[in-house]
């Protein structure tokens, strides 16, 4: 499927879907106990999903909205075998755009950091990057050997 034919948009909660989603990316979730947290948050948070033409959600986004004036993204993941074709930046177009109506200033994302080894974070960070988001500060939030980068987008008032 080309990278613009996927549409995304806000939907009920699909914690059975942020589950399996979850197990086809093992390099990036491995945690037991953090994947059952995504899953517990997928119960009750704001869900935003692309689902291919047999109506399977191929990707979620939730979302966190701490103020009125920021939308944090709190979880964005996709199936596998569709990487890199666009669905992960469907979904953030359309939390974008439904933030920018709400007059929402800033989106926010925490991911691993530069000073982590892993490769496969690197190519998430390089997604972030590329849909405009910038580092912000990397920190000690998660623990030691667990970097976390605080990455922030602003965006134009509605
Ligand atoms: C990161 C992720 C959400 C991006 O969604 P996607 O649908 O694969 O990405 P898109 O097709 O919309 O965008 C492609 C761009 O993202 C980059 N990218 C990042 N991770 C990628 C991956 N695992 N596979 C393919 N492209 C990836 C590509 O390099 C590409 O940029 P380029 O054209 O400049 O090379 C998705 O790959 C994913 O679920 N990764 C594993 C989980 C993860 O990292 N979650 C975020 C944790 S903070």
Redo the contacts with the bound molecule.
């Keep these: 499927m080309s990278?613009t034919a996927w549409v995304a948009g806000l939907d009920q909660q699909v914690p059975e879907d942020v589950a399996r989603?979850l197990t086809t990316?093992p390099?990036?979730?491995a945690q037991p106990d953090s994947n059952e947290e995504y899953i517990e948050a997928a119960r009750s948070k704001e869900t935003w999903t692309v689902r291919n033409d047999e109506g399977m959600v191929v990707?979620v986004t939730l979302i966190d909205r701490h103020f009125p004036h920021v939308a944090e993204?709190h979880?964005?993941?996709?199936?596998?075998s569709?990487?890199?074709?666009?669905?992960?930046?469907?979904?953030?177009r359309a939390v974008e755009d439904d933030a920018v109506r709400r007059g929402v200033r800033l989106l926010q994302?925490?991911?691993?950091g530069a000073s982590h080894p892993d490769p496969?974070?690197a190519?998430?960070r390089?997604?972030?990057e590329?849909w405009g988001f910038l580092s912000l500060e990397e920190t000690a939030l998660w623990g030691e050997g667990t970097p976390c980068l605080i990455m922030v987008k602003p965006l134009p008032a509605s």
């Design positions: 990278s989603l990316v390099e990036w979730f990707g993204v979880l964005i993941v996709v199936d596998r569709v990487h890199g074709t666009g669905v992960g930046t469907a979904m953030l994302v925490k991911t691993l496969g974070y190519r998430t390089h997604f972030y590329r």
